[in-house]
């Protein structure tokens, strides 16, 4: 990481930056500046307004926007700039990379082509030109084979090799400064620790200063030099990421810091004595049909053969990349999809057998909580008559009653009674995810399989969660399958762990022991892409901040 | 993350009537009320011959003048509302239901049901839209019975169609997976948790699909394979009164009005529920 | 936003795209008249060029065109002239004929012989599929005595016979062709004619080309060397919408509503030519309520025949009188016909006790069926019957009253010749094949005069026995007789020589155009 | 491969489908009342004039038979003779496919730059007054019966005015040009607003996109964005619209073509439909189907052409 030495002018200069929507003030009165060569990262929440403020940076904001403040990049106010100056600065000195490399390259366009594009308009050169360019370019980013890979289309290219494109196109006209928007929130963590890596290196090779925005103080901590820390549209703190991360001074910071999965252990009831087994995966396989038409023969391994086991009141984590197989083997519990081969038994008894009264009494043992909160709640439902609905179906309760015991859960998981005849849309993610597990529990379960339950939340949210999922299954005394991406959450959340890659599973053991001393090479590879706070003195929990479900 | 607030902040109200959406509706009850009144409101009997005076220009007598048989156009036009709207809900009700059901079924259990009708979907696509309606009004005899029946036989598809593709992307999310988790039965997961979901489209489409179907009556009318004589329906008084138009313009210009401002009723409110639709999709 | 910017010429070039159009209508506005074609317009189709084959309106207006028969008659007098026989002589007893045919050829220059005509006539004859026997009815034999001369012998003797075999099937094809080329392929395309014109092309459902034929025997015909075109034109306003924008030069079959504008107009001859057409309502005698006499004279008495004649013709139509058409021989001018009396009718049908019957109408789509459905519709619920009016295409239409599945229906016919005999055969005759015009009327004393009709040879008689037969069934109403109506045809000024016959033949051969 | 593919996965369908159409029409005709031999013989014609009419063409045959021979012929690539005729039924389709298909394309040139240029219009200021107008006015466009249209417009400008000949095909390319030209524009004026509304719809939606905030972010002006992104992701959903409306307005021929006197295949589908000439009917529908499998076919390949991810 290069210090940038001081008394040198700031590349740019962002001074009393307003943001508002009609009204509503997305960002208010921010300022920092960047040295050249410096690598700034912005933290901060989903609503914390660090988005708005790189776009409102590039002049990217829809006409509803307002900007006030400046925004001087070599001392030129951007935000004064007309439309001309503009589109001469944009992706020629100031280069930007986002979130989601899916859907921010253009379809129908050719990669070539599209990471030539910015050179050809900027630098005024050839169309092959800027092709044998965007080829070298696609081989600096560490694309294989580039030449070929120029001419397939971004639905031919991996997440990584998707935001790999979008970095070439931007450096191509060797910006001066790259700002990178949440550039690896939705990437595995190996993909991410790579780009991360490649983002450090050009860095180190040129020089190229960057604004990194990303809600992961971890990875943040992992390039930076110096941090803004946002929440609600304004700076809480800034300053090197070594002073903010060991002597955070402002009370968000610091429960920023320690909601970072990891940092704390759920103290999860380890019970070593195992309880008898409950659930039972024998050699599952399952496989989907892959490619349709005339002669689509060949099928897809989404679970190859897959053994585990799980025993009344532990915690069992899964952890894998997308398409390890891990969201299967959930689904495939609860027999949403049946499968090709092997069996799953609850106490001996072969799920895939049951029918009728058998299958509801499973369903009753067994509940899910899913992944997306929005998506797993019906939208034209209160979130009272979607935990009461589960109850009366059952015919545990008549309809009243059943609205009773709903809002007994709606207060178990810690939702405010005034939320009770709100509709999901109405909710943020967190709400919703503990709507979700009031669904869930409603059945009072024995199994609870939460897949992925926080993946989508603030790490803030996230800690919350975790928190309510441990204190409910030391309540209920449940037995949980946790699945997710996370190798830290898990590990601090679960007693064992079963690592899935490509429908295998490569690596099962003691959540610690795998964490410290992984034994496969693809659970090492995952440790070691964990972006990981500097582990310093723990810091004492602090109270009185965001102590309101978010 | 999920959606910055920003959006949230500038997205639309999900529930909110656009203006045109309320002249829609005025129009609409408009002609339901003149239906409804007709008897009061029209100054003569719809089928009262006049030989004396046919095809006698607008007057103070004849507001619209009179047809080829001395009938009060404007009684004529008055009265035809009645079949018209009657023609617009009942040619559009039974092939919704239809479509709506056989789409929500094959939609959702895909597999036989799902290939056999995909098939005849495929079979009645390519089948002329006139052609497969004339011909069956051809067998069953002509009349606005038979007429809505041909009308359902090859109206559902596009109901059964928009159905389906609702429900194929419902099915994947996760409040169905939670649904069927829950241990719900298909009944109540179909009813309860995809139907509403799903129907919103599929309404507006309705309300749009008015407008063709009673289009579509008055070219048979046009045909002269829509309502019988006497009765007055739009398309046929202008199908009759084309042999005069040369003469009496008035004829056919003024059920062709009528028959538009319905039609703008329906169009405006399917284009307002549309929307309505689309921006609770984005919101 | 401003990127779209780049729409504004877009949006011009559709304007220019469109606005060409226009330019281009406009210039293209006034058809050229240069090229020398008449085109005769008619809402009927020529669906066969066998004249054997169909007695349908469209091709009766071709027949004749194609095909010359042994006699013509004279456009102006309409009396019976020599046509491909010059001369004939016929033997006392009147059973006899002898045909002496002239030096005359066909299109392909072949002789026509008297092996040809007595091929023809036999077709017509006795060929199964022949579409309209009857006015060959009475023939014994046809038989070429030499390559020149004809001998046809009746089973008796038959007043009307010379009519007979001037009339639009009786054409003269070419034996050698037929034999050749088969019945079907001879008439497909272009058949060997003997008249006036031959086939240049014929396209199917939309026009007839025609061209003059060279080997015609009437030297010096046709008279103008353009070519004809008979177009078929469904709709009457388009179709004369065409004429006024001087698209065409010809249109039967006026809407009656359209006559005065037309007269008004300068570039057209507007004309009310004299016809053997009358407009009728059917009735259904094989079933309840019209089976019954008195409901049938209760529903005849109900209609005003007098202003509904007025109000659907405008007036250029005569009430009709009898179940016969008014401009055909023997027609009883002074006969009273039906009266409207509306009370006497209530009474009637109360004591056939058919009130409140159902009375299912049939009309087709055209607008005067349509007219006067609804018409007769309103006069019959007045006296107390159900009438429902029932839409159909032709193909239904002949369906159900072929099958006697309709109550009434409004339609007309006319009849080839001026003679009753073919008429009352078709109208009102039990025995004759025709089921009295598919109404299922039966009445022996009618059938035996028809009989009687045919064999009279003496004028005044044959006029007595026709006015009886029209007495009897007007009086038992047959039919109801609606009007007596002219053909309304519309020509454009630039044309000279041409009309339409009372036996719906165009004077083609004696047009000429002039400017 | 995926395009061989595709073509015969499509062949496959249209047999079963044509196989399909031509059983339910076949059995529709033979059901409807009215009988060929009698619309052929005329009025006068006897009963047993029209019996021996029948047994010659095979009417009198049992259905089954009658539709095996049929098909029989079909597979020979045969569609049969026109009982009203007596001609190769593909050569009366022949004869009157081109007026329908120049009047399809004529609509096309007609309909396609307005909308383009009126979606734009809309899309660039949604909710705009512009838009406004352009919507009530597309609804209002929607709404108007093709054939009350016709007869108006034929009056107007036809009879009235006499701009424009009120029926018929002419004669040459510019005969066509002006002959079909009341035609066209009817439909078009209904087929404009049908097309804009997706279109503008598509254009509002990709304003919003991620890729065109990428793009601008690399400094792409305005209008490069519009013509090089927004338009080719959003042409897709209304190139597919306006294949089923191409393939509608084919089969639905027979409005128009029935105001303004334009021989063509609508036409002659009225004329079979009333003179019962069997396989003419058969053979159109047949057309149309083929038709409309071909459109959609040709469409898919387009949008394959211009959207990589569309698999085919």
Redesign the interface.
């Given at each position: 990481m290069s210090r940038p030495e001081t008394g040198k002018p700031p590349l740019l200069d962002v001074k009393d930056l307003t943001v508002s929507f009609g009204g509503f003030a997305a960002v208010k009165n921010v300022s920092f500046t960047l040295q050249p060569g410096e690598i700034l990262g912005i933290v901060g929440e989903s609503g914390s307004g660090k988005s708005v403020t790189c776009r409102a940076v590039m002049r990217l904001l829809t006409g509803a926007a307002r900007a006030q403040g400046t925004v001087a990049l070599d001392g030129q106010d951007l935000l004064a700039l007309g439309e001309e100056e503009l589109c001469a600065i944009r992706g020629r000195d100031i280069g930007m990379i986002f979130q989601n490399p899916a859907s921010h390259l253009n379809p129908l366009r050719r990669i070539g082509q599209q990471v030539a594009a910015p050179m050809i308009r900027h630098l005024g050169i050839g169309k092959r030109e800027g092709l044998l360019r965007a080829v070298k370019l696609l081989e600096d980013v560490g694309i294989h084979e580039p030449e070929k890979r120029a001419r397939s289309y971004p639905h031919e290219f991996s997440g990584g090799m998707k935001q790999r494109a979008m970095i070439a196109a931007a450096i191509g006209c060797q910006p001066k400064l790259l700002i990178a928007d949440e550039p690896t929130t939705a990437l595995d963590v190996t993909v991410q620790a790579r780009i991360l890596e490649l983002l450090k290196e050009l860095n180190r090779k040129t020089g190229l200063a960057m604004i990194l925005i990303s809600h992961d103080l971890g990875v943040v901590a992992d390039i930076c030099s110096r941090v803004v820390v946002m929440r609600n549209g304004e700076v809480v703190e800034q300053g090197p990421i070594d002073d903010v991360i060991n002597r955070p001074r402002h009370a968000y910071t610091r429960l920023l810091i320690e909601s970072q999965p990891g940092r704390k252990s759920y103290g999860s009831v380890g019970s070593p004595d195992r309880g008898k087994s409950l659930l039972r995966v024998e050699n599952l396989s399952v496989t989907f049909p892959a490619g349709q038409g005339l002669l689509g023969g060949n099928s897809f391994r989404a679970l190859d053969g897959v053994d585990l086991e799980i025993n009344t009141g532990e915690t069992v984590g899964i952890v894998g990349e997308s398409g390890s197989g891990k969201s299967t083997l959930a689904r495939s519990i609860i027999r949403l999809n049946t499968p090709s081969g092997g069996a799953i038994r609850l106490d001996g008894q072969d799920v895939g057998a049951l029918a009728g009264e058998a299958l509801t009494a499973f369903r009753r043992r067994v509940q899910m909580v899913f992944q997306n909160p929005y998506d797993s709640l019906n939208p034209r439902l209160t979130i009272a008559e979607a935990v009461a609905e589960p109850i009366w179906r059952h015919g545990i309760a008549d309809r009243k009653t059943a609205r009773e015991e709903a809002d007994a859960l709606l207060e178990m998981v810690e939702l405010p009674g005034s939320l009770r005849d709100r509709k999901p849309q109405q909710l943020s993610g967190g709400q919703c995810q503990r709507v979700g597990l009031a669904r869930a529990l409603a059945l009072k379960p024995q199994l609870l399989i939460a897949d992925e339950i926080t993946s989508a939340l603030d790490v803030t949210t996230q800690a919350q969660i975790l928190e309510l999922l441990v204190r409910l299954q030391r309540q209920r005394s449940l037995t949980l399958l946790y699945i997710s991406h996370d190798l830290a959450v898990v590990s601090s959340l679960c007693q064992r762990v079963y690592v899935f890659k490509a429908g295998r599973i490569v690596e099962q053991g003691v959540a610690q022991q795998v964490l410290s001393t992984p034994r496969d090479p693809y659970t090492q590879a995952l440790v070691g892409s964990l972006a990981r706070l500097p582990t310093t003195q723990t810091i004492p929990l602090s109270q009185g901040v965001a102590t309101h479900a978010t | 993350m999920a959606e910055s607030p920003v959006l949230a902040q500038t997205a639309p109200s999900i529930r909110r009537i656009t203006p045109t959406m309320l002249v829609a509706l005025v129009v609409l009850f408009g002609w339901l009320a003149l239906a409804l009144a007709a008897p009061v409101i029209a100054p003569c009997d719809p089928d009262a011959i006049d030989i004396m005076n046919m095809l006698s220009p607008p007057s103070a007598a004849h507001l619209f003048g009179t047809d080829q048989v001395g009938r009060d156009v404007f009684s004529r036009v008055l009265f035809a509302s009645r079949i018209d709207l009657l023609l617009c809900v009942a040619g559009v009700l039974p092939p919704l239901l239809i479509g709506t059901t056989i789409g929500l079924l094959s939609g959702y259990f895909r597999g036989v049901v799902d290939n056999v009708f995909m098939r005849i979907y495929d079979l009645t696509v390519a089948f002329p839209f006139f052609v497969l309606v004339l011909a069956i009004v051809g067998v069953l005899g002509p009349g606005l019975l038979n007429f809505i029946l041909a009308l359902t036989l090859v109206g559902w598809v596009s109901y059964a169609r928009l159905m389906r593709a609702q429900v194929l992307t419902i099915r994947e999310s996760e409040y169905i997976q939670a649904a069927k988790c829950l241990g719900y039965s298909p009944a109540a997961i179909l009813g309860h948790h995809v139907l509403p979901n799903a129907i919103g489209p599929v309404i507006a489409y309705a309300v749009s699909d008015a407008v063709l179907v009673m289009l579509a009556g008055a070219s048979f009318g046009f045909l002269g394979l829509g309502a019988q004589p006497p009765a007055a329906e739009w398309g046929v008084m202008i199908a009759d009164g084309q042999a005069f138009v040369q003469q009496a313009w008035w004829i056919c210009l003024f059920p062709g009005l009528a028959a538009i401002s319905l039609g703008l009723g329906f169009a405006l409110l399917g284009d307002g529920l549309g929307q309505i639709h689309r921006r609770g999709a984005t919101a | 936003?401003?990127?779209?910017?780049?729409?504004r010429t877009?949006?011009a070039?559709?304007v220019l795209?469109?606005a060409v159009?226009?330019a281009?209508?406009?210039c293209?506005?006034v058809?050229a008249f240069a090229d020398d074609v008449i085109r005769v317009v008619s809402p009927y189709?020529t669906?066969?060029l066998d004249p054997m084959?169909?007695?349908?309106?469209g091709?009766i207006e071709t027949y004749g065109q194609l095909y010359s028969r042994l006699l013509r008659r004279n456009y102006e007098t309409g009396a019976l002239e020599p046509g491909l026989a010059e001369k004939w002589e016929i033997s006392p007893d009147g059973k006899t004929y002898t045909f002496h045919l002239r030096e005359a050829q066909f299109s392909d220059g072949s002789p026509i012989t008297a092996a040809d005509v007595a091929f023809s006539l036999d077709r017509i004859r006795s060929d199964?599929?022949?579409?309209?026997?009857?006015p060959l009815g009475s023939v014994e034999s046809v038989t070429a005595a030499d390559a020149k001369t004809v001998v046809i012998t009746l089973k008796s003797a038959f007043a009307p016979f010379l009519g007979n075999a001037e009339i639009w099937n009786m054409g003269i094809v070419s034996k050698a062709d037929v034999e050749k080329r088969g019945e079907?392929a001879a008439?497909?395309?272009v058949p060997v004619a003997s008249g006036p014109y031959e086939v240049k092309q014929w396209?199917?459902?939309?026009k007839l080309v025609l061209e003059p034929n060279p080997h015609y025997w009437r030297k010096g015909y046709p008279k103008s060397d353009a070519t004809v075109e008979l177009i078929e034109?469904?709709?009457?306003?388009?179709r004369?919408?065409?004429l006024?924008?001087g698209?065409i030069d010809v249109v039967r079959a006026v809407?009656w509503?359209?006559i005065d504008?037309l007269k008004a107009t300068e570039t057209v001859d507007m004309r009310l030519e004299p016809s053997t057409t009358i407009y009728m309502t059917l009735l259904n005698h094989k079933r309840e309520p019209f089976s019954n006499l008195k409901a049938r004279q209760a529903a005849g008495m109900a209609i005003d025949n007098k202003?509904?004649t007025?109000?659907i013709t405008r007036g250029y139509a005569e009430p009709a009188n009898t179940t016969l058409p008014g401009s055909i021989d023997f027609h009883d001018k002074d006969y009273p016909g039906i009266p409207y009396d509306p009370a006497k009718a209530k009474e009637l049908l109360a004591e056939s006790g058919m009130v409140g019957r159902e009375v299912k109408i049939l009309?087709?789509?055209?607008?005067p069926s349509?007219?006067t459905?609804?018409?007769i519709?309103?006069q019959w619920q007045a006296i107390g019957l159900k009438p429902?009016?029932?839409?159909?295409?032709?193909?239904?239409w002949?369906?159900?009253t072929?099958k006697g599945d309709y109550d009434a229906a409004a339609n007309w016919?006319y009849n080839e010749t001026t003679d009753p005999d073919l008429a009352v055969r078709?109208a009102v005759c039990g025995s004759c094949?025709?089921n009295s015009y598919s109404t299922f009327y039966e009445n022996p004393k009618v059938d035996a005069l028809v009989e009687q009709g045919t064999k009279e040879a003496d004028q005044a008689k044959r006029a007595e026995i026709y006015k009886e037969i029209q007495k009897i069934t007007t009086e038992e109403v047959a039919q109801i007789p609606l009007y007596y109506a002219p053909n309304a045809v519309a020509y454009s000024k630039r044309l000279q020589g041409l009309k339409l016959t009372p036996a719906l033949q165009w004077t083609l051969e004696e047009t000429s155009l002039g400017h | 491969m995926p395009l061989l593919q595709l073509i015969a996965r499509r062949l496959l369908q249209l047999t079963g489908v044509l196989a399909g159409i031509s059983l339910v029409t076949f059995l529709l005709l033979h059901m409807a009342p009215g009988d060929p031999a009698r619309l052929l013989a005329g009025e006068r014609a006897s009963a047993e004039t029209i019996a021996a009419i029948r047994s010659q063409y095979g009417l009198d045959l049992p259905l089954w038979r009658q539709f095996l021979t049929y098909l029989a012929n079909l597979f020979s690539g045969d569609i049969g003779l026109s009982l009203r005729f007596q001609r190769p039924v593909s050569q009366l389709i022949e004869q009157f496919m081109w007026p329908t298909l120049f009047l399809t394309v004529y609509v096309i040139c007609l309909a396609v730059p307005p909308t383009v240029a009126l979606a734009i219009l809309g899309a660039r200021r949604p909710g705009g007054v512009a838009d406004q107008i352009i919507r009530l006015v597309g609804i209002a466009g929607l709404t108007i019966p093709v054939f009350w249209l016709g007869i108006m417009m034929s009056r107007l400008f036809g009879v009235s005015l006499g701009w424009f000949p009120v029926s018929g095909y002419g004669a040459g390319f510019i005969g066509h040009l002006h002959h079909l030209f009341l035609p066209a524009v009817s439909t078009a004026i209904w087929l404009v607003p049908v097309l804009t509304q997706s279109l503008r719809a598509a254009l509002i939606e990709k304003t919003t996109a991620d890729f065109v905030t990428a793009a601008r972010a690399q400094g792409a002006t305005e209008r490069q964005i519009f013509w090089q992104t927004m338009l080719p992701n959003a042409v897709l959903p209304t190139l597919n619209l306006l294949g089923v409306m191409v393939a509608f307005m084919i089969g639905g021929a027979i409005i128009v073509e029935t105001v303004y006197a334009v021989p063509g295949l609508g036409t002659l589908m009225v004329n079979a439909l009333l003179g019962r000439d069997y396989y003419v009917v058969q053979g159109l529908t047949l057309v149309f189907a083929v038709s409309t499998v071909l459109i959609t076919l040709l469409v898919d390949l387009l949008s394959a052409f211009i959207d990589p991810r569309v698999r085919l």
């Open positions: - | - | 936003m401003n990127s779209l910017s780049g729409s877009r949006a070039g559709a795209h469109g159009l226009v281009m209508g406009l293209w506005a058809p189709q669906t066969t084959r169909s007695a349908a309106a091709n199964k599929k022949s579409a309209y026997p009857a079907e008439f497909a395309t396209k199917p459902n939309e034109i469904a709709s009457p306003e388009t004369i919408a065409m006024k924008a698209e809407p509503t359209q504008e202003a509904m007025a109000a009309a087709t789509a055209d607008a349509q007219q459905a609804l018409l519709q309103a429902v009016i029932v839409n159909v295409d032709s193909g239904a002949w369906d159900a072929g016919w078709w094949g025709s | -």
